[in-house]
């Protein structure tokens, strides 16, 4: 139901954009969030936002990402800018969705997209 794409190898201080695009026969979208796991971590929250479009972030990631989404595609993206090694990671977008047939919303993630930030 979620793919994610855009990760990719950057230089320190770089840029890059994450998609998620939710697909299948969805009724209603909910929260929508990315979280990332770096390697020998827990998965974090990265940030998240809400179907009005209220945003929260982690603290490291303040300032220097920014999510958003388009309702109608059924996508979130994260604007990832001041990049830095710590930020390496595999990135997850994940989303509450019900779908057709379904009274209620549940969570789904996507398969993941590597960020990797070299100094």
């Known amino acids: 139901q979620l793919q994610a794409s855009g990760g990719g190898l950057v230089q320190a201080g770089g840029s890059l954009r994450l998609s998620c695009a939710a697909s299948g026969n969805i009724v209603d979208i909910n929260d929508m969030g990315w979280y990332r796991q770096a390697p020998g971590k827990q998965r974090e929250t990265v940030a998240r936002?809400?179907?009005?479009?209220?945003?929260n972030y982690g603290d490291s990631v303040k300032g220097r990402f920014t999510i958003s989404r388009d309702n109608a595609k059924k996508m979130v993206y994260m604007e990832m800018n001041s990049l830095k090694p710590e930020d390496t990671a595999v990135y997850y977008c994940n989303a509450e969705l019900r779908l057709a047939g379904s009274r209620y919303l549940r969570n789904y993630w996507g398969q993941g997209t590597l960020v990797t930030v070299s100094s």
């Open positions: 936002i809400t179907s009005g479009g209220d945003t």
